[in-house]
């Protein structure tokens, strides 16, 4: 069983605390009201969007920022290891690329999907994202956070940094995306992450690079980029997949042609997406341009809106220690209907309804090994 969380779109404003930060929840959503729609929402004028088995997608121009169409764009549903450019869009600016560190044994005995981290050898912090990004490793999720001044602090600090960019269904609850009670992400909150890492030269690269050398107790061995599209799709630039049992399939990727560039992005998917999200590419390159954008990518809050919180650095190469997270405060849901209907050139959801407290978010502790 799996239980969904649709995000606050209500007429009185909410206050969600980050860090000791306040931030006022919107009182419509983020990106334009036609987003509040839990049904498909497309421009008329042009070919409807290819079908999809994902319970929410966005379809985004990342040069203009604007929506050429979408699906349950704010709906809530537990982000698997795609939280994880999140974390990289966070932590980049923090660490120190060449730093070298030796992960403690907590990070390297993390569950699920591991890149191979042993307290036995030294790493740089670019071999870590490397790891992190390419081959999804929360053993290299727990070691940045680890290296970032602790767990809690990298919580906090991820928080931040989604309200910074007005991600407001997200809350980060582990560095990893391994499933979390709490935890969420939309998948407007993946695009609006993706597009402000696509904007950074080092996550991108971290994003776009198929194969890599890691390093290893003895010598080293080859890492791969579990985007299948960067070898199959023409123009991939990369992004993240995830995985879980209970978040199902998830996915963010964009990619460029001509100059422009289409970002994807989808949650709640129960099998083989990758084909279906490269025929969601081919159409929003078909009808940028052309169609009437149903939302937009809205910017990063202005910095006295959003000041960073405070990094906590340890010195240069030494055992990284564990920390224990603190709760967070968990923001209000919304919730709203099925039902669709036509205004203008776009096709929007019915009526608002006031969201005031998280609805049944009863995700039992045993958290799904994520596999991406």
């Given at each position: ?127 870590l994202f490397k790891a992190l990004m390419m081959s999804s490793g929360n053993d290299a999720a727990m070691a940045l956070a680890e290296t970032n001044g602790g767990l809690a602090q990298t919580m906090r600090d991820m928080n931040a940094e989604a309200k910074r960019l007005q991600a407001n269904d997200t809350?980060?609850?582990?560095p990893s995306g391994l499933d979390k009670p709490g935890q969420s992400s939309s998948a407007y909150d993946l695009a609006l992450i993706a597009r402000a890492g696509l904007a950074n030269p080092e996550f991108k690269r971290y994003i776009s690079t198929k194969t890599s050398t890691f390093p290893a107790p ?155």
């Amino acid at each position: 069983m799996w239980t969904k969380i649709v995000p606050v779109t209500a007429l009185i404003a909410s206050v969600s605390l980050t860090g000791g930060t306040a931030y006022a929840t919107p009182s419509t959503p983020v990106g334009g009201e036609a987003l509040g729609s839990r049904g498909l929402v497309a421009p008329e004028g042009v070919k409807k969007p290819p079908k999809t088995q994902a319970t929410s997608f966005v379809i985004a121009d990342v040069d203009t920022g604007q929506v050429l169409a979408a699906k349950d764009a704010h709906g809530r549903y537990l982000p698997a290891s795609t939280l994880k450019t999140l974390t990289a869009l966070t932590l980049i600016p923090k660490l120190d690329k060449n730093r070298k560190i030796r992960p403690s044994k907590n990070a390297c005995n993390q569950e699920g999907t591991a890149v191979g981290l042993s307290v036995k050898a030294t790493y740089k912090v670019d071999d870590l994202f490397k790891a992190l990004m390419m081959s999804s490793g929360n053993d290299a999720a727990m070691a940045l956070a680890e290296t970032n001044g602790g767990l809690a602090q990298t919580m906090r600090d991820m928080n931040a940094e989604a309200k910074r960019l007005q991600a407001n269904d997200t809350v980060a609850k582990t560095p990893s995306g391994l499933d979390k009670p709490g935890q969420s992400s939309s998948a407007y909150d993946l695009a609006l992450i993706a597009r402000a890492g696509l904007a950074n030269p080092e996550f991108k690269r971290y994003i776009s690079t198929k194969t890599s050398t890691f390093p290893a107790p003895r010598g080293h061995y080859e890492i791969s980029n579990h985007n299948k599209l960067l070898w199959r799709y023409k123009g991939m630039v990369g992004v993240k997949n995830g995985w879980t049992s209970k978040a199902q399939g998830s996915f963010v990727g964009a990619a460029t042609r001509g100059g422009h560039t289409i970002l994807v992005s989808i949650m709640r998917h129960e099998g083989y997406f990758w084909e279906e999200v490269a025929d969601l590419l081919d159409w929003g390159f078909s009808v940028r341009g052309k169609a009437t954008p149903v939302g937009q990518l809205v910017d990063p809050l202005p910095a006295a809106q959003a000041a960073p919180q405070p990094g906590a650095s340890a010195p240069a190469t030494t055992q990284v220690t564990p920390a224990v997270q603190p709760p967070l405060l968990d923001t209000a849901a919304k919730k709203q209907t099925d039902s669709s209907r036509t205004i203008g050139a776009v096709v929007i959801g019915g009526g608002l309804l006031f969201g005031l407290i998280w609805l049944g978010y009863g995700i039992r502790r045993r958290r799904g090994r994520s596999r991406l």
